[in-house]
């Protein structure tokens, strides 16, 4: 046998065991994406994302929902966030607050939305006060 062809095997087995692996996978990652972006809930997803990030926290997905500040609302969102922003200016912390006769139903999911962000807030506050004793 050459000598060649033992060292050649294992330079190979080291390529492709070791090396090819680091150079395929930002690939792979790239393909993941693609394929996650045809799919309704990965576009749904996204447009929940960018709600809480866009500066009018509104983004609609190519799927036709609309999302506020990371929640789905429906139409064009007028009626949530009405609700979102009255709990949010009134620095509202009950849920039960929310739910009145007169209110819309999506009138009222903004409310609760903006009452379980507003929770959320005040804990993660609190978290970070214990953390920093």
């Given at each position: 046998m ?9 330079a190979a087995l080291?390529?492709?065991?070791i ?26 997803m996204?447009?929940?994302i960018?709600?809480?990030f866009?500066?009018?926290g509104?983004?609609?997905s ?16 007028v009626?949530?966030?009405?609700g ?7 620095g509202?912390t009950?849920?039960d ?7 819309s ?10 009452v379980e962000?507003?929770?959320a807030?005040?804990?993660a ?9």
């Amino acid at each position: 046998m050459e000598k060649w062809i033992v060292p050649a095997i294992v330079a190979a087995l080291f390529y492709f065991i070791i090396l090819e692996p680091e150079y395929l996978e930002p690939r792979r990652r790239q393909q993941e994406e693609a394929k996650c972006l045809r799919t309704p809930s990965c576009q749904d997803m996204n447009a929940r994302i960018e709600s809480d990030f866009s500066e009018s926290g509104i983004a609609r997905s190519t799927t036709g929902k609309v999302y506020y500040k990371g929640n789905e609302c429906s139409g064009d969102c007028v009626e949530f966030i009405r609700g979102y922003e009255a709990a949010s200016s009134l620095g509202m912390t009950q849920e039960d607050a929310c739910h009145r006769p007169t209110l819309s139903q999506s009138n009222t999911a903004g409310c609760v939305a903006a009452v379980e962000d507003r929770m959320a807030e005040i804990e993660a506050n609190v978290e970070a006060r214990y953390e920093q004793d």
